[in-house]
């Protein structure tokens, strides 16, 4: 592997880098070594026209975003939000569809994970991931349709951004279309058991071994994850569990949002086996909390739909498209 951490973020803190047919620099070659490793240059498979990095400077983090151009005529855009532990390099499979569909791809890494800087998988505070959004909503053209995707943690953020008193003043200069939230995260499964360890822990250390679960079916891609992908981390952080006791009760009080920016629709894909979040409770509360939702759920599919095998992920993918 050509490409390290260390090395990518030293090339990354000068200037953005850019994929290229063409003989390259170090840092081009490095860019190329870290899409080539997680299968997601999309320039050489004729998907994108053109395709860059870069550092986005947050409030507190520096957050590394990439930008895919689509090859065809572009219909709009869509921002990704990953979910806890994942990073921008885990999307390939999604990447691929959107713009095969003619959509502008933002995929970024959020505090704490992949390639963005803060403390590996942790933060304070729930409330800290939405200025990091916003940074990365400001890469968005105004002009263009605009298509919001999380999965899990990711989709938290999204909900915790579209039940907020901030809401309009954050959407309301984009064009906002449709929001799509893949098996958000409200409750973990076995939260009363985490909230328990948290109460012991809070203080005294940092982490707590990760636990990997079969969160999908694609055994390629559960191996990969917990085996050969260098940007994971082998830790539960202490703090990011805090924060998710802190954020639920807060989200517990928000008020039901009647209707989002714009007209804007917002649908929730959830799969019937997943293990990860505690589903059955979260469905209800986020079809209280967002009256107007699209619910489909995947029967048999597990947590990770982005991350799911190629029969779960097209069921997913395709509830997406009809959307677009």
């Known amino acids: 592997m050509f490409w390290d951490r260390d090395r990518f973020l030293l090339a990354l803190s000068t200037r953005s880098l850019k994929l290229s047919g063409k003989p390259q620099s170090h840092s081009g070659l490095l860019y190329k070594s870290y899409a080539d490793f997680y299968n997601i240059d999309m320039l050489s498979i004729g998907l994108a026209k053109s395709q860059s990095i870069q550092v986005v400077p947050s409030v507190e983090f520096d957050l590394v975003a ?10 709009g855009q869509v921002v990704i939000v990953h ?21 502008r791809v933002v995929a970024f890494d959020l505090p704490g994970h992949g390639l963005s800087s803060g403390a590996r998988a942790s933060i304070d505070a729930f409330e800290q991931y939405q200025p990091a959004l916003k940074s990365i909503l400001a890469l968005c053209d ?3 349709p605009l298509y919001l995707l999380g999965q899990s943690t990711g989709a938290a953020i999204l909900a915790d951004l579209l039940s907020s008193e901030e809401s309009a003043t954050v959407l309301s200069p ?4 449709h929001v799509f939230m893949l098996a958000p995260l409200m409750k973990p499964q076995s939260w009363h058991m985490a909230e328990f360890a948290h109460s012991i822990l809070q203080g005294r250390k940092e982490y707590w071994p990760r636990s990997f679960k079969d969160n999908s079916h694609d055994q390629a891609f559960l191996d990969f994850v917990q085996n050969k992908d260098p940007l994971q981390h082998d830790g539960l952080s202490v703090d990011w569990v805090g924060a998710l006791r802190n954020w639920i ?5 928000r008020a039901t949002v009647s209707g989002l920016i714009n007209g804007a629709q917002l649908s929730l894909i959830q799969g019937n086996d997943d293990t990860t979040v505690d589903w059955t409770f979260n469905l209800p509360f ?18 990770h739909l982005v991350g799911e095998s190629a029969e779960y ?5 395709s509830i997406i498209e009809s959307s677009i």
């Open 83 to 103: 979910g806890y532990y994942d990073h921008a390099g885990l999307y390939g499979n999604i990447v691929k569809r959107l713009l095969a569909n003619g959509l």
């Open 313 to 317: 992920r097209q069921k997913v993918f």
């Open 249 to 253: 009760p807060k989200m517990s009080e």
């Open 174 to 177: 984009l064009n906002l279309k």
């Open 286 to 303: 986020y079809q209280t909390l967002f009256p107007l939702v699209k619910v489909s759920v995947v029967d048999g599919a597990g947590h």
């Open 142 to 144: 105004s002009e263009l």
């Open 66 to 75: 990439q930008i895919f151009e689509p090859a065809m005529e572009i219909k």
